[in-house]
Every structure is written in structure tokens, then in C-alpha cells.
């Protein structure tokens, strides 16, 4: 069974621009999550969608966003990239939101210069 | 989220002997834990969760040990193994359904 897939798995990007990530989650799972993860620390919470609606939010700025598309994938956005949001991006898949287990996709490696 | 620094606790452990990994949570409301492995250029990879109405789990060669007086976590890993070495985090979730991960600690396994 595939797992979670995120595209692209490595972006190179310059400071001002804008990037947008994908994740397609595990089969059947309805909520997605994003996490950001500077070098050497642990995930951070960002978003949470489920049912194509907000969910949840973390403590980032109003430059990243995101979106849920009916068929439960996701879409993760970045304007205006400052250095500091060189990191890896996970996006974690769960059946429903609450106590059910997330689950982990590889990860983009997002570096700006 | 925690502030963590750039140095990751680190546990040496020598190849067949157990090992133990520690964590103090933060939050008193969190009811849900759970301890995630991340290999070199891998996203987190669950291992083991708990329940605050539990005290301890055990699963394939790994037992989570919860101790909410004191707000800790252990995963005890048995018969350590090469394919053991990565970073481990420990995460609470409270009622508001985000997850919060904790210090990574590097697991090294000794030949």
C-alpha cells in the first residue's frame, strides 16, 4: 500500500519567491497535517485540513497557507521566503482528526538562498 | 512549540543490549503520546503510542512507559539493533489535536 507522497522532494528557491508543495495522503485517510522541520529540532506544527476545511493552525505567519482538495490531498504554500524557511517539510495523514495515529510522509527539502 | 537547540541528545548503546529513551512532556492536559523514529532523510516513523489512562504498552520489542505525575515518557527498545540508530521523538496531543514533538535524542548503536 503506498504511503504518503509528497512532491517535489527537493526545491531550491531564492528569497521573495513563492513556493507551493504537494502531499497526497494514505487511502481513505480524510485529514492532513504540515509540519515544518528546521535542521537539528523536531517537527513543528503549521496546519491541520480535514474535510477540505481548517482544522487547526500553529504559531507561523500569515505568509504560508494551505488547502485540501476534495479528494483529500493537499497543497501547502510560501510567500515571500525568507532564508529562515529553509527546512524540511513533512505532511502527516491521519483516518480522522482526534486520536487517530499520523502518519508520515519523506518529507521537501525546501533551501533558500 | 519547544525550544530545542541545535545538538541533539545522544545515547550510546552497545549492539543486543536494551535501550532506554527518555522524555518529560510539557503539557498536563495532553491525553495522547506517542514516539516517532527518523532515519537520516526519512519522515518520522510511528513506533508506539499511549493513552493518559495507561501507564504502559508494549509492542514488537518496544515498551512505552507513561508516568503522568512526573510528566514522563520512556520507549525502552530490547535487543537493540543496527537498524535502531536514528533520532527518536517523543510527541503529546491534547484536546486540540495538534502535535506537539518533543527533543529529538540520536540513538547510536556501538558494534
Known amino acids: 500500500d503506498a504511503g504518503v507522497t509528497q512532491s517535489p522532494t527537493h526545491l531550491i528557491k531564492t528569497r521573495g519567491q513563492q513556493v507551493t508543495l504537494r502531499c497526497s495522503p494514505i487511502?481513505?485517510?480524510?485529514?492532513v497535517s504540515w509540519y515544518q522541520q528546521v535542521l537539528g529540532q523536531g517537527p513543528q506544527f503549521i496546519f491541520q485540513y480535514y474535510e477540505k476545511e481548517e482544522r487547526g493552525r500553529g504559531n507561523f505567519p500569515d505568509r504560508f497557507s494551505a488547502r485540501q482538495f476534495p479528494n483529500y490531498s493537499s497543497e501547502l504554500n510560501v510567500n515571500a521566503l525568507l532564508l529562515g524557511d529553509s527546512a524540511l517539510y513533512l505532511c502527516?495523514?491521519?483516518?480522522?482528526?482526534?486520536?487517530?495515529?499520523?502518519?508520515f510522509g519523506p518529507g521537501t527539502r525546501l533551501t533558500v538562498l | 512549540g519547544e525550544s530545542v537547540g541545535l545538538h541533539l541528545p545522544t545515547l550510546s548503546v552497545q549492539e543486543g543490549d536494551n535501550s532506554i529513551i527518555n522524555c518529560a512532556y510539557s503539557?498536563?492536559?495532553?491525553?495522547?503520546f506517542i514516539w516517532y523514529k527518523q532515519e537520516s532523510g526519512k519522515g518520522p516513523q510511528f513506533i508506539i503510542d499511549?493513552?493518559?489512562?495507561?501507564d504502559k504498552r508494549q509492542g514488537q520489542r518496544v515498551t512505552v512507559l507513561l508516568n503522568k505525575t512526573v510528566k514522563h515518557l520512556s520507549l525502552q527498545i530490547a535487543a537493540t539493533q543496527p537498524g535502531d540508530s536514528a533520532v527518536y521523538f517523543c510527541a503529546e496531543k491534547g484536546r486540540d489535536d495538534k502535535i506537539i514533538f518533543g527533543k529529538g535524542t540520536r540513538l547510536h548503536i556501538l558494534p
Open positions: 499511549i493513552r493518559s489512562n495507561m
Open positions: 502527516a495523514s491521519s483516518l480522522e482528526v482526534g486520536r487517530d495515529t499520523q502518519y
Open positions: 487511502s481513505g485517510h480524510k485529514s
Open positions: 503539557n498536563s492536559a495532553s491525553d495522547y
